[in-house]
């Protein structure tokens, strides 16, 4: 089973797509957002295509642990994410994965660009959740 995640931004959506074993993760794409509709419509078509069993939604919690108004306008999203794209919507805790995501590119010589930067933290936003899972069954 294939598993999407989701980097949620004001302006774009960066997305990420496990492989088949659900081992690893890769960065697939970043879309613009438009609407909520228009962005479901989006992920639906993503979650056919890919054969995607769940869907995992980086959280936005506060350096302190806490949540806050992001966090909670990003849960509301993700339960009706959930129920447009019928598949179960997990959320995973995306703290620093922007900044991981820059430091990627840097180490590998590439400019921090915004679109790549928002497919790679959705890319690390899965893997941490991946390698949760993993550890989980052992």
């Known amino acids: 089973m294939r598993t999407l995640a989701l980097d ?3 302006r ?19 879309f ?7 962005d479901f419509a989006h992920v639906a078509a993503l979650v056919q295509q890919h ?35 019928e598949r179960p919507v997990t959320f995973w805790d995306e703290r ?8 990627l590119l840097q180490a590998q010589g590439r400019q921090s660009e915004k679109r790549s930067v928002d497919a790679i933290a959705a890319a690390i936003i899965l893997q941490g959740y991946l390698d949760h899972l993993r550890d989980e069954e052992k």
Do not use: K
């Open 12 to 30: 774009r959506i960066g997305v990420a797509l496990s492989d088949a074993t659900g081992t690893l993760a890769r960065p697939l794409e970043v």
């Open 96 to 103: 620093l994965t922007t900044v991981e995501a820059e430091e």
């Open 51 to 85: 054969e995607v069993g769940a869907v995992v939604i980086g959280l936005p919690f506060n350096m302190n642990g806490t949540e806050g108004q992001r966090a909670a306008w990003t849960r509301d999203y993700g339960a009706a994410l959930g129920q447009a794209v």
């Open 8 to 10: 949620l931004g004001d």
């Open 32 to 38: 613009q957002r438009r609407s909520r509709a228009a």
